[in-house]
Nanobody, 118 residues
């Protein structure tokens, strides 16, 4: 069974930086697209950034120029470097991956809290 485990959340002041990481564990699988989502209190979950296996990226307009998504296919990891953080970036951040084991399905991490506050 494949699992996604996130790390790196926390409390940061406005203008600060955080780096989130997500690692897939298990065996006999292949990861295609990976992504980060976030969900703020009383709001719907929203897409933050995506990255294909080949490394093509896309970002939500609200984070363009501030966040960078990257991945290491050999280590089955994806990271989200978040700079110039704003209070409105406060949310639980979730790692997502399209993974083929016996068949393709979506996997989600457990979420990591990011709080931007002075």
């Amino acid at each position: 069974q494949v699992q996604l485990v996130e790390s790196g959340g926390g409390l940061v002041q406005p203008g600060g930086s955080l780096r989130l990481s997500c690692a897939a564990s298990g065996s006999g699988f292949l990861i295609y697209d990976m992504a980060w989502y976030r969900q703020a209190p009383e709001k719907q979950r929203e897409l933050v950034a995506t990255i294909t296996r080949a490394g093509s990226t896309n970002y939500a307009d609200s984070v363009k120029g501030r966040f960078t998504i990257s991945r290491d296919n050999a280590k089955n990891t994806v990271c989200l470097q978040m700079n110039s953080l704003r209070p409105e970036d406060t949310a639980v951040y979730y790692c997502n991956a399209q993974i083929v084991q016996l068949r393709m399905r979506d996997y989600w991490g457990q979420g990591t809290q990011v709080t931007v506050s002075s």
